[in-house]
């Protein structure tokens, strides 16, 4: 597993740096007039093509190690399965990588690409949500199976758009997902199950290579194609892991991923209330907040350097936010009405953060924190 994690690293690292060579005329089409650009000069966004490539090299490594190689790791990885990630991660990041690379591919046109990946990874996988964790809902759910089915795509189409809209910041979507990545892996091994926990060590060691000049000098981004292929993978691992588990509570992924979704719900829900097209990217989700309105202003540096310690410093914050809910995820794993309690507070917890900071009440309880540990 250690050397999976390095190979996967290393080959994201190398196809991140290559494409800081090769792609330096992309970050020029991501335009300045954009409401959730928060970073100065123009920055590659193809962190989510050397990603891809470095997942195919580990899904690869794991079905040739044996016959090419002779090497003999113990997980149940043949190359039917490589091709299956392969094929469902290039459906839903081709869409992302596309609009990377052209800034003009339509909204509408990148959710009926993953949808359409969500549609193959229920199919080739043979995904559904097999219960719901909630007694008085099971006996309906069970007589249901073309439900259990749609809300599995439902939410394969939708978790990378979510993890896209939690990417605005260095280090930020990405941290996130290896956070995320790290509890699968642990729920995963404890269950004996090593090759979803290999599946899940593909995307922790090229979504850690990408951090290695992602954070904290936003040499490259994720973009589109980054945000699609953690959503993607990470959705299809929980819902495997709750569909071969019968002891993992199917709120678990839900906890773990919460942060993304009710970003995700929250945000459709306040563009829809002002009028606004779901889809219409504006400059008012969560971490934009933070970045305004509670990291404090850098001074005495150029305009470049105080935007960028400025954007750093935003990430930590949300960081902090999402161990909120994957430590108590992966220390209830097993227990649904703890795993449902703390996404409800989870939820209650970010509808008061949000509305404190856009009220400015939480920067005046921060100004009191700092008045008694000054610097």
């Known amino acids: 597993m250690v050397v999976l994690l390095i190979l996967c690293a290393v080959a994201a690292f190398l196809c991140c740096g290559l494409l800081l060579r090769l792609g330096q005329s992309n970050g020029r089409r991501y335009g300045e007039w954009m409401p959730q650009r928060f970073h100065v000069g123009h920055v590659p966004r193809l962190g989510g093509a050397a990603m891809f490539a470095a997942c195919l090299a580990g899904w690869g490594w794991l079905a040739l190690a044996k016959p090419l190689f002779g090497i003999e790791h113990h997980i149940p990885f043949d190359g039917t399965l490589a091709a299956t990630w392969g094929l469902v991660a290039l459906t839903g990041a081709a869409s992302g990588v596309v609009e990377d690379l052209t800034q003009q591919l339509p909204a509408r046109l990148r959710f009926v690409s993953t949808a359409l990946a969500a549609l193959l990874a229920v199919v080739l996988f043979g995904l559904m949500l097999p219960r719901t964790g909630l007694p008085p809902l099971e006996p309906w759910w069970q007589q249901m199976p073309w439900l259990q089915v749609g809300v599995a795509i439902l939410v394969l189409a939708g978790l990378p758009h979510a993890f896209n809209l939690i990417d605005g910041y260095n280090g930020l ?62 959705g299809i691992n929980g819902i495997q892991l709750v569909q071969r588990h019968p002891e993992v509570s199917p709120w678990f992924p839900i906890l773990l991923l919460i942060y993304p979704i009710w970003e995700a719900i929250f945000s459709i829900y306040r563009k829809v209330v002002r009028g606004q097209s779901p889809s219409l990217a504006d400059a008012l989700h969560f971490h934009q907040l933070i970045y305004r309105r509670v990291v404090r202003q850098v001074f005495h540096d150029d305009e470049t350097r105080r935007v960028l310690i400025r954007n750093n410093r935003t990430s930590p914050y949300l960081w902090g936010f999402t161990l909120l809910t994957v430590v108590p995820a992966v220390l209830f794993w097993r227990n649904t009405p703890v795993l449902a309690v703390c996404t409800l507070l989870f939820i209650v917890c970010y509808l008061w953060a949000y509305h404190s900071i856009v009220r400015f009440r939480m920067q005046r309880w921060l100004r009191r924190v700092r008045s008694l540990y000054p610097s």
């Open 173 to 234: 979507a990405g941290t996130v997902a290896l956070i995320c990545c790290a509890a699968l892996v642990h729920v995963a091994l404890q269950l004996g199950d090593r090759q979803l926990a290999a599946s899940v060590i593909v995307l922790a060691g090229a979504t850690f290579g990408f951090l290695l000049l992602n954070y904290p000098h936003g040499l490259i981004f994720a973009g589109d194609g980054g945000a699609y292929l953690w959503g993607l993978v990470l």
